[in-house]
Each structure stands twice: as structure tokens, then as C-alpha cells.
RNA sequence: GCGCUCGUAGCUCAGUGGAUAGAGCCCCCGCCUUCUAAGCGGGUUGUCGUUGGUUCGAAUCCAACCGAGCGCGCCA
């Protein structure tokens, strides 16, 4: 990457220029040098601001600073292997670098020898971090604000692990609780109706639609079996067989989005283990608790919360909260460095009691990270539609699945900021035109593909009829994989500064170049969602260079650089796509 | 009322301290005997919600206000 390397160059210029007394006050270089693309050509191929960052501290005007450190840039005995064409410094006080192609081969190269691995890093160093998202009620069908949630969680996942982490990913069940109860109530009820008893519906359930599609082959299966147990048993026994249907259908369908989970961590599971009353002694003992009017309160506010908490109610049944508080501390003694939940911004009023809590039981809070994913609009012929998921008119993730696809659901599910809300237009999703970006770099991916395929694959002339050879052989381009890796010159061929392609190839070659730095940056602001637009860019760079340049021509040495070219733009391409989770067709 | 999130082109959204604020859609005009035109090029579009402040420099940081969404229970 050359980027990083610049940024390195400069630093050592900085470090070097304090050293000599020459930039006022400053002992060392005081943050890490950030090289960007500066926007217009003639301030060069790569540029930094670093002199006007440096101007408040060292009290030199940043004109002076750049000009300083473009002279020990340039006496910089490693700076003669990097490519620089020349520097320049510029007003306010930006040295532009203008780079020899050289780069650009050096670039391609080590995306070949990288593959699948080009832009994995080891930031994480192997340090463990759980992330827990989805979390739903096995109450009913996950709807399309689940879907964002688990999207967003299993791309997070991708990137983290991409950048050196080691990513367990976990589902909360809340399998406990006055919700459960809920269900049974109603699943025994419409167990009996579609038997044919005339027995009422709970009246405040969940709606009767949206059970009916678990309970008719659990009826199936178990028959009358269970007609004659009364009420309350019913409950408990058909609550219990219709929560395990629910969440298997949950497991099935998130998988089928290709989000899939190590471990279904199962909220009852604290209550029956009395982790949950163990850490109410925690809390006691700590002195962070209180009782007040017959029930035991959280001193939540001392922590930074707006109040203080009900851990367990007047009538002894415990909070969400107590099972939280348990539950995290569960995952605190797991021992991961980091503690990453996802949850749907309507939750957004318990994190401070979370937090709390946390706090409460002397456990670093920095560890645990709560990110909030906003709402999703579902967009039908104009028309919003509204989710409700008592209401009936539910949309749920499995029918948004069926009607655009996995990968455009992934895509727009994917794409945006979890703090904004999704505008989900049903109708783009399934275009395929560039209209629609999940189609648009998927098509650049299997052009690529089909280039690769004409040039060693024969060919019949639609006119002719006649059969015509391929440009080469299968072993032939093996080869050149190999000499791509091992010689960087293999694609000097492609690179004519004179040639009105050169700059296409040139925006082409720095978009793949920067990749590791995209994936930095994701992985830093926890937006994975930035690689796809990411890889939009590069679909739109390489879509620029292929209309106005021949891949496969008559010279077999252009030829050979510009195949090169190609297939690292695949690969980039695909890698990308892999941390959003979405496919890399090899045709359309 | 309080808290959290958001407010950028007609629409959907990037950009979170640096050079002249960017994409896509929409609209108009061009481009197919050649590897996928499911494409490419060109053109039009802005009080970065408002007002103040910090700074050499603010869409970006701070404050107040306006607007939108969500949340404020001994619910989960």
C-alpha cells in the first residue's frame, strides 16, 4: 500500500525535523499522518495536510512546515524506492506527491500475491470480541428491522474478522418472561381451534394470523395429543413445542441470509442456573442496591443513568433488566476483550441502565460497546409501508427475502449507517440495471469473469459461424498468474502515460490500492457498510476502463498486463462483496 | 418537559477539522460491425436546518433554537 508507506516517509521526515529543532517547539510527531486523494490532478496522485495539522503546535506558519518536510522527505534515503515522480508543496500548506507508474505495478502485483487475503489486517491481533445481534422474542416471524439488525451484525462480524479479530457471534434468546407465557396462551388456544374447539383467543396476543403458520404443522405432527390437558398445562406444553418451531424457523431463515451464529444463548438459562439471583447478591453486596416500597432498585443513578432501576418488582418476579445484568456478566466472565450488542434504536432508553449495571458490578465498562440500529421504511410502488407487528399488515424479512433475493436484501440492508434509517425500495432492489448498485457491482464481477473466459475459451463468430482459437491456453494463463506475482513488470505494458487509457487504468489501480485503507477505516468506524460502497467505486472505475479499452488485443504483452489488471480487479471485487455478505456470480 | 439519533442537490444518501462539498436516481443530449449497451460520456442542480461561538481554517467541534424519528413503567 503505498499510502501507508508515504504516511511513513512523512512521519520519519517529522520525527527527523523536531529532532533538528527545526519545527519550533515540537518533540515528535504528535499523531499518526493520514495521506489522502487529493480531488484535483494537478495536486497530484496522493497528497497530505500533515504541515497545517502540525501549525498550531509547532507555531510556524504550515506553508514553512511543508516546505521543511519536503526537504527531508527528498534527502530521505528510502524515499528513492517509492516512485515519487516528484513533490510539491502548495498553498495552504499540502505536499502533493506526483508518483512514477511504478506504483502502480508494485500495487497490482501484491493484489495477486495477497488473493483472497488483499486487505486483511491484523489490527485485532487475535484479540477475542463477541458480538450479540438479533436477539429477538421467539414469539413470531422476524421482520424486516431484524433482518438490518442481523445484516449489520453478521457484516461487522466479516470485518472484524478481516482485520485480525477473533469473532464469536451469539443470539440472545429471550426465551423467558411474560412474553413466553403469552404464547402459550395463544398457541394452546389455536392449537384446540384448528381442531375444531370453540375456544376464545387470548384477546390482547399476538395476532392469531401470525402464529397460524407455526401451529398448523405442530398440529400435524402431535394431533390431539395435547386437546385434553387444561388450560394452564396446555400453555406450558404448547408454549414450549411452538418456541422451539419459532426459533428453528429464525435459525433456518437467518442462515438462509447467511447469518449464522456460534452459540443461542437462552435467557431462561439464567434463571434456571441462578445467575440471575446470584447477581442481585452481587449487586447487594457492592452496596448498589436498594429496596424501596418492596422492591430492589439499582443505584443506577450514581452511575450516569437519569434514575435508578427496578432489578426485581414488588411481587418478586425479577426485571429484563436483572436477566441483562446477568447476562452480560456471563459474558464478561467469558472473557472476551470485546463486548459488541446490537440493538434496535427503540431499545436505546436501556442502555444507560446496562451500562449501570455494568458499572455497578465493577466490570470495564469501555468493553462493552452498544451500537443502535435505526428503523427500516419498507417502499413498495411509492408507498410506504408501515411495519406493525401486531397490527396485520406485517411485512416479514423471509417475504422481503423471497420477493428481491438474498443478495439485494444483504446489499440494502447492508449499505446504509446503522444511525440512519432505510429507505428499503422494493421495486430497486429488484431492477437490474445500475440503478441498482448490489446488481450494478455484481455485473462488474461477472464481466470480469467473462473477460477472462473469452481469452481462453474459443470462440464461434455470430456472422462467420466460424469457430475462431482463444487468445491462450489455460496453462498460458496460469503462467501469468505467476508472473504477476513474482515480476511486477508484467504490467508495465499496460501503462502508457501518453494513452488516453492510462488515467482510467490509473483511477482503476488506486481504487484497488486503497482497499486495505477502506477496510480500516470500516472497521474503525464499525461501518461495514462503507465496503459497499467501496465496491461500487471499483464497479464504476472498472466499468470506465473497459469501454474506452480492449482487454484482449492483438499485442499479447498488453494483453497479458491488462488481464492482470482484470483479475485483480475480480478479486478486490469479490473481496469486498465477501464482507457484505453478498455473492461474486461469475455470469449473469 | 427531559434524553438519544438525525437534518447535505427535486429524490435516496456519502463525506465528521483542511484545497473549488461528492455519488446515484430524475431530466436533457450523444455513443452499440469489437471481450456482457444489464453499459459509457457530456450537461443542469446546493443559505451543508437557523443563529452565534471556538479555530489560521467548520458540513464536520461547542451552545442555543427550529424540524423529524425514537425513548422516557415495579413492560419485555
Known sequence: MISERLAGLVERAIDRATKDGKLGPLKECPFAVVVERPRLPEHGDLAVGTALKLAGQAKMSPIKIAEILAEYIEKDEEAGKENIERLAVAPPGFINFHLATGWMEAALSNIHNKGAAFGSLNIGDGKRVLVEYVSANPTGDLHIGHGRGAVYGSCLSNLFSFVGFSVEQEFYVNDAGVQIVQLGYCA??????????????P????????????MEPIVKEYGDKYLNLDKDEGAKTLGEITKMTIMESQRKLLSRLGVNFNTWFSETSLHTSDAVSSVLQEFEKREKSYESEGALWLKSKELGDERDRVLRKSTGVTTYLAADAAYHLDKYKRGYDQLVTIWGADHHGQVPGLKASVKALDLDADKLEIILTQIVNLNREGQMVRMS???????????????????????????????NPINFDLELAKRTSRENPAFYIQYAHARCAAILRRATEEQVNQ???????????????????????????????????????FQYQKEL?????????????????????????????????LQKFYEVSRVITDDLSVTKARLGLILATKQVLANALKIIGVSAPERM
Do not use: C, I, W
Open 188 to 201: 394452546f388456544a389455536l392449537y384446540q381451534r384448528l381442531q375444531g374447539r370453540d375456544v376464545p383467543y
Open 463 to 501: 456472422e462467420s459461424e466460424v469457430t475462431e482459437k482463444p487468445v491462450l491456453s489455460a496453462e498460458q494463463l496460469e503462467q501469468y498468474k505467476t508472473d504477476y506475482r513474482a515480476k511486477p513488470e508484467s504490467f508495465r505494458a499496460a501503462f502508457d502515460p501518453g494513452h488516453e487509457v
Open 203 to 214: 384477546e390482547d396476543g399476538y395476532p392469531e394470523e401470525s402464529l397460524k403458520h407455526f
Open 389 to 419: 407487528k401486531r397490527a396485520g399488515t406485517v411485512v416479514t424479512l423471509e417475504e422481503v427475502m423471497e420477493e428481491v433475493g438474498v443478495d439485494a436484501t444483504r446489499y440494502y440492508l447492508a449499505e446504509s449507517n446503522p444511525q
Open 509 to 541: 489501480v488506486q481504487k484497488l490500492d486503497s482497499f486495505p485503507d477502506e477496510v480500516k477505516e470500516a472497521a474503525l468506524a464499525r461501518l461495514p457498510g462503507r465496503m459497499a460502497r467501496y465496491a461500487y467505486d471499483v464497479a464504476n472505475a
